[in-house]
T-cell receptor
């Protein structure tokens, strides 16, 4: 069966520090991968999606970046965090033959 | 670009009653998918129901059903016989088409509280 792992679950980082959130999918190959941010009162905002290794589409310009170094690994990064980067980050995946999206448990990021 | 609008930030319903959550969307596409996702307080997002745009028949999943009005670009969710476990954030979502180039766009969500 397929599973998605996202870590860490919570993270408190100072302003200006770097960020690396990791998401991995098991039990499938060539998934479509997504990073969403859920800010209070603002719903789910699509940040990045990837249809293959090294292929990243950015939906919202910001100081965040994403990378996909391996087929089932999706990383969200920042060189210098801003206070406005605080939020709940969700990783998700879909596969070509199914439209259902499967979500990770999320990471609560607080930038202080 | 596609947009999804949920005009009800919060709703409440008494246990065992019926509630309808609204969703409208904007797209120039003819083939697409619509979804309702549920995010309980535990935070794990799960799929509730989905609708293929080419299907005229409204999707149903047990107590959950949708009213899909393609011309009006409306996609509401009806929850019958509401249960306490239905308390959650509900997100309406749009996917242009399945396949490697598709992406999933969400509305801002509706917080549903089921009261005993």
């Amino acid at each position: 069966s397929q599973t998605i792992h996202q870590w860490p679950a919570t993270l408190v980082q100072p302003v200006g520090s770097p960020l690396s959130l990791e998401c991995t999918v098991e039990g499938t190959s060539n998934p479509n991968l997504y990073w969403y941010r859920q800010a209070a009162g603002r719903g789910l905002q699509l940040l990045f999606y990837s249809v293959g290794i090294g292929q990243i589409s950015s939906e919202v310009p910001q100081n965040l970046s994403a990378s996909r170094p391996q087929d089932r690994q999706f990383i969200l990064s920042s060189k210098k965090l801003l206070l406005s980067d605080s939020g709940f980050y969700l990783c998700a995946w879909t596969r070509d033959l199914s439209v259902e999206a499967f979500f990770g448990q999320g990471t609560r990021l607080t930038v202080v | 670009a596609q947009t999804v609008t949920q005009s009800q930030p919060e709703m409440s319903v008494q246990e065992a009653e019926t509630v309808t959550l609204s969703c409208t969307y904007d797209t120039s596409e003819n083939n697409y998918y619509l979804f309702w996702y549920k995010q309980p307080p535990s935070r794990q997002m799960i799929l509730v129901i989905r609708q293929e745009a080419y299907k005229q028949q409204n999707a149903t999943e047990n107590r959950f059903s949708v009213n899909f009005q393609k011309a009006a670009k409306s996609f509401s969710l009806k929850i019958s016989d509401s249960q306490l476990g239905d308390t959650a954030m509900y997100f309406c979502a749009f996917m242009k088409y399945w396949g490697s180039q598709g992406n999933l766009i969400f509305g801002k969500g509706t917080k549903l509280s089921v009261k005993p």
